[in-house]
């Protein structure tokens, strides 16, 4: 939307060409937001938001996973003995890897997102993950652009993917698309 209403700013081509954009960023924006713009007179300012008296909108600059395992030595012989003599398993980990390393499918399905995904274990995880998924694992994380991070799957939605990378990205591509600010 910032894109659209920065090039109505540049482009003084026609009237026309800025009421098209101004109408375009109203279907995007919630509220009558943009509606209150005339067209041809959008700048800068009220593109951040910061005149018009609406929030800036945040969007997501990454997601992060935590796997439900640690990540040394012991903790991964630890899981691969849950996970095979307990049946306990990892619904991250199930949809990123294989037995052995990750799989090509998770490869190609993350490449569709807009946003690098960062994944780490229980033991290796920022602190400010921890705290947003309220130390619990496994899990996917929003960061935004303001700095927060939000908890945007747990257990329960990633089980729902059913191993499949797929699913997970499009959840993902749907938080990305909501961007909540």
């Known amino acids: 939307v910032g894109a659209l209403l920065a090039h109505a700013t540049k482009s003084r081509s026609a009237e026309d060409h800025s009421s098209a954009l101004v109408a375009r960023a109203s279907e995007l924006l919630p509220g009558n937001h943009v509606s209150d713009l005339t067209p041809g007179r959008i700048d800068a300012s009220c593109v951040s938001g910061s005149l018009?008296?609406?929030p800036e909108q945040s969007s997501v600059v990454r997601f992060v996973g935590v796997y439900d395992a640690d990540g040394t030595v012991t903790g991964e012989l630890s899981y691969l003995f849950r996970r095979t003599f307990a049946g306990a398993h990892c619904a991250l980990c199930d949809i990123t890897h294989g037995r052995v390393r990750e799989r090509s499918q998770w490869?190609?399905?993350?490449?569709?997102?807009?946003?690098?995904?960062?994944?780490?274990h229980r033991n290796d995880q920022p602190a400010a993950v921890r705290?947003?998924?309220?130390?619990?694992?496994?899990?996917?994380?929003?960061?935004?652009?303001?700095?927060?991070?939000?908890?945007?799957?747990?257990?329960?939605?990633?089980?729902?993917?059913?191993?499949?990378?797929?699913?997970?990205?499009?959840?993902?591509?749907?938080?990305?698309?909501s961007d909540r600010g």
Do not use: H, N, W
């Not at 490869?107 to 780490?120: H, K, Q, T």
């Open 107 to 120: 490869r190609e399905a993350r490449a569709m997102l807009p946003v690098p995904f960062d994944a780490y």
């Open 131 to 177: 705290v947003a998924a309220g130390d619990r694992a496994p899990i996917v994380v929003a960061e935004f652009t303001d700095g927060r991070m939000e908890l945007v799957l747990d257990e329960e939605a990633l089980q729902a993917c059913g191993g499949s990378p797929k699913q997970l990205v499009d959840q993902l591509l749907a938080v990305t698309s």
């Open 52 to 54: 018009c008296g609406m």
